[in-house]
Nanobody, 124 residues
Framework: QVQLAESGGGLVQAGGSLRLSCAAS????????MGWFRQAPGKEREFVAV????????DYGESVKGRFTISRGNAKNTVDLQMNSLKPEDTAVYYC?????????????????WGRGTQVTVSS
């Protein structure tokens, strides 16, 4: 069982930056691929970014590529999402997720553990 807790959300103006952090409870954190997803009001949850268990591979959604960076600290059981050049369309609840499966995936169905989410609001 993995417990995840996100932090770092808030209100920011367009063009600004935020850094989200996710703390995981798992003793075997370094074996889990980790990801970030988001859900805007009235929309489905969508893939944002994912990082492999050893941190060597990352993948990003097309809408955030070049603006967001995912990183992890296996010694501290954390995964971060640095968000730059934020746009109003980035407004959403952001969720941290962990997968018990090998490899990275954009598919929501492959992710087994979820945090409660943190709100990010970008004003125009």
């Amino acid at each position: 069982q993995v417990q995840l807790a996100e932090s770092g959300g808030g209100l920011v103006q367009a063009g600004g930056s935020l850094r989200l952090s996710c703390a995981a409870s798992a003793n075997t954190f370094s074996t889990y691929p980790m990801g970030w997803f988001r859900q805007a009001p009235g929309k489905e949850r969508e893939f944002v970014a994912v990082i492999s268990a050893n941190g060597g591979t990352a993948d990003y959604g097309e809408s955030v590529k070049g603006r967001f960076t995912i990183s992890r600290g296996n010694a501290k059981n954390t995964v971060d999402l640095q968000m730059n050049s934020l746009k109003p369309e980035d407004t959403a609840v952001y969720y941290c997720a962990a997968s018990s499966r090998r490899g990275i995936s954009r598919a929501i169905s492959r992710w087994d553990y979820w945090g409660r989410g943190t709100q990010v609001t970008v004003s125009s």
